[in-house]
């Protein structure tokens, strides 16, 4: 159990930095940026707003105020940093994915409006499905996010994926010696050292089965 416990620190301890270095999660709620919205467009009610109107800045705050109040404090951060880190063009575009989502879903008088374009719960299980595919179709159709949307959402999904797949083997690589360690394995260039130091075996036979070690 124990080994296992230090396996998932190794692996993820860089993303829980990149979360702790970052500043605690500062914004408007989303009932200030939706005022923020409707004063833009000059209505009063969120029903009338044309979300398609709404400049780009607002969608991010409105999607990055979404998220929080799905996702408060620190999950906020972490899921910040996987997607590419405050202040990166692929989280803001998320952010604007998300915004624009979600005041689609209000200004259509939608009650669902966390179900559809959200991270909210179910966001690693089922509820994946409606964020990254069928919860783009409520945009008004011919607009941009109505025809491409979904596939800009799908992207953006495997290149997370894969970045968080490449970081993980990089740490393995980077820390085969302390996982050799957890199964109970020595470094073979660790024993061969220890050998050389003991006077167990001479210069030439060291660096002849280094050689060998580091060729296999």
Same mark, same amino acid.
Not at 106 to 117: H, K, P, S, T
């Given at each position: 159990m124990k080994r296992w416990l230090l396996i998932g620190v190794v692996l993820f301890s860089p993303l829980l930095g990149m979360a702790a270095d970052e500043e605690g999660h500062e914004g408007l709620s989303v009932?200030?940026?939706?005022?923020?919205?409707?004063?833009?467009? #000059?209505?009063?009610?969120?029903? $009338?707003? $044309?979300?398609d109107r709404v400049?780009?800045?607002?969608?991010?705050?409105?999607g990055d105020a979404v998220m929080e109040e799905a996702?408060?404090?620190?999950?906020?951060?972490?899921m910040d940093a996987m997607m590419g880190g405050e202040g990166s063009e692929s989280l803001a575009v998320i952010h604007r994915a998300m915004g624009y989502r979600y005041l689609v879903?209000?200004?259509?008088?939608?009650? $669902?409006?966390?179900?559809?374009?959200?991270?909210?719960?179910?966001?690693?299980?089922?509820?994946?499905?409606?964020?990254?595919?069928? #919860?783009?179709?409520?945009?008004?159709?011919g607009?941009?996010?109505y025809r491409y949307g979904g596939i800009i959402m799908m992207i953006f999904g495997f290149l997370i %994926?894969? #970045?968080?797949?490449?970081?993980?083997?990089?740490?393995?690589?980077?820390?085969?010696?302390?996982f050799r360690s957890l199964g109970g394995q020595e470094d073979p %260039?660790?024993?061969?050292?220890?050998?050389?130091?003991?006077?167990?075996i001479t210069e030439e036979e060291y660096e002849r089965l280094k050689s060998r070690i580091l060729s296999s």
């Open positions: 009932e200030a940026v939706l005022q923020e919205i409707m004063a833009s467009q #000059g209505v009063e009610r969120i029903q $009338d707003v $044309d979300p400049a780009p800045e607002l969608l991010e705050e409105l996702h408060p404090g620190e999950a906020h951060e972490i879903a209000l200004v259509n008088g939608r009650e $669902d409006v966390w179900g559809w374009g959200m991270m909210g719960p179910g966001m690693m299980g089922a509820g994946m499905g409606p964020w990254m595919m069928y #919860g783009w179709a409520g945009g008004q159709p607009t941009f996010w %994926l894969a #970045g968080i797949i490449a970081a993980l083997i990089v740490l393995v690589q980077q820390n085969r010696g302390i %260039l660790s024993v061969l050292k220890a050998r050389l130091a003991r006077g167990e």
